[in-house]
T-cell receptor, first 116, second 116 residues
Framework: AQTVTQSQPEMSVQEAETVTLSCTYD???????LFWYKQPPSRQMILVIR??????QNATENRFSVNFQKAAKSFSLKISDSQLGDTAMYFC?????????????FGKGTKLSVIP | NAGVMQNPRHLVRRRGQEARLRCSPM?????VYWYRQLPEEGLKFMVY????????ESGMPKERFSAEFPKEGPSILRIQQVVRGDSAAYFC??????????????FGPGTRLTVT
């Protein structure tokens, strides 16, 4: 079965500090996409950042960036200058391998708390 | 441009009743996906639909669950004879044709179903 593993169930960070959330996955493909979603207390799923595996450059979106290590199948999310509004569950996701590849497989999530 | 809309946001049903969850995709999106989130878990794929077609329902329980996406109107996820184990958050996502992998999927706010 396709797996996405988030090894940190919970993390906390002081406001304005930097935090890194880890994610590993398995795949037999060479070209694929990876995503980080944020789920705040409102429970809305919000796409934070995406990475295309064939691109060597790590994706960045404002205070959010990834460290993509293709050989290690690692896709960590770095949040810089953490803000109180970053408090949320964060899910790593990737499309399943195979024809179609439209099913997203999610990790179990990391609960991030930003402490004032 | 309105996002993915789901209603109701909260739904309470007694055991044995039917639950109908509705999803209107983003404007211009013709692909709809339903996911279920159990407590403390990531989202799990249920079904993928295009207008008037079920493309993949491999994640749907074999009994009591059905989904449709008619030519006109929202997509409907229907659960007949609900049981306590159906209590979960049900998320709908949409994507434009052919871009699911690259753009990710855009999620609605979810419907929280509680079976009493």
């Amino acid at each position: 079965a396709q797996t996405v593993t988030q090894s940190q169930p919970e993390m906390s960070v002081q406001e304005a500090e930097t935090v890194t959330l880890s994610c590993t996955y398995d795949t037999s493909e060479n070209n694929y996409y990876l995503f980080w979603y944020k789920q705040p207390p409102s429970r809305q799923m919000i796409l934070v950042i995406r990475q295309e595996a064939y691109k060597q450059q790590n994706a960045t979106e404002n205070r959010f960036s990834v460290n993509f290590q293709k050989a290690a199948k690692s896709f960590s999310l770095k949040i810089s200058d953490s803000q109180l509004g970053d408090t949320a569950m964060y899910f790593c996701a990737r499309p399943d391998s195979g024809a179609g590849s439209y099913q997203l497989t999610f990790g179990k999530g990391t609960k991030l708390s930003v402490i004032p | 441009n309105a996002g993915v809309m789901q209603n109701p946001r909260h739904l309470v049903r007694r055991r044995g009743q039917e639950a109908r969850l509705r999803c209107s995709p983003m404007k211009g999106h013709s692909h709809v996906y339903w996911y279920r989130q159990l407590p403390e878990e990531g989202l799990k794929f249920m079904v993928y639909l295009q207008k008037e077609n079920i493309i993949d329902e491999s994640g749907m329980p074999k009994e009591r669950f059905s989904a449709e996406f008619p030519k006109e109107g929202p997509s409907i996820l229907r659960i007949q004879q609900v049981v306590r184990g159906d209590s979960a958050a049900y998320f709908c996502a949409s994507s434009p044709p052919g871009q699911s992998l690259r753009e990710g999927q855009y999620f609605g706010p979810g419907t929280r179903l509680t079976v009493t």
